[in-house]
């Protein structure tokens, strides 16, 4: 497991849906997918830079509506609960009563409301998403 303050200071910090990436001054670049921070391999010929410049490049084409379901799932479930949510909301969908309860089970506290809210946002990521190809 790789510690933060022994790579160096943070250029850049990227907190997406499943992962939170830290670009660091000395040339490395951490994954923390829930289970502490790690050292991500690079492709071959990638460096830092490459890798923030295409996660800038990513970050620009998401969608508002995207960006809003990741923001308020973000602020419900920190980082190390998260994938427990993403994985029942993909394996039970629409079933908001499972997903509350499991989560419960886990203790993973929320509400019916707030998982309702969650699902209407993430259709409308994805309906938007559906336009934009479309």
């Known amino acids: 497991m790789a510690t ?26 951490l994954r923390n997918d829930g289970f502490g921070w790690k050292v991500c391999h690079l492709k071959d010929g990638w460096t830092a830079e490459t890798f923030r410049a295409r996660l800038e490049e990513t970050e620009a084409k998401l969608s508002t509506p995207y960006r809003v379901y990741r923001a308020a799932v973000q602020s419900e479930f920190p980082l190390p609960v998260r994938w427990q949510y993403l994985t029942l909301r993909d394996l ?14 886990r203790h993973i506290y929320t509400d ?8 209407e946002l993430q259709l409308a990521a994805v309906e938007s998403k559906r336009k934009v190809a479309a």
């Open 4 to 29: 933060l303050s022994k790579n160096g200071s943070e250029i850049a910090r990227f907190n997406q849906l499943k992962a939170s990436y830290s670009i660091r001054s000395n040339g490395k670049v």
């Open 92 to 105: 039970l969908g629409d079933d908001l009563d499972g997903i509350y309860s499991d989560l419960q089970d």
């Open 112 to 119: 019916l409301d707030t998982l309702r809210e969650l699902r």
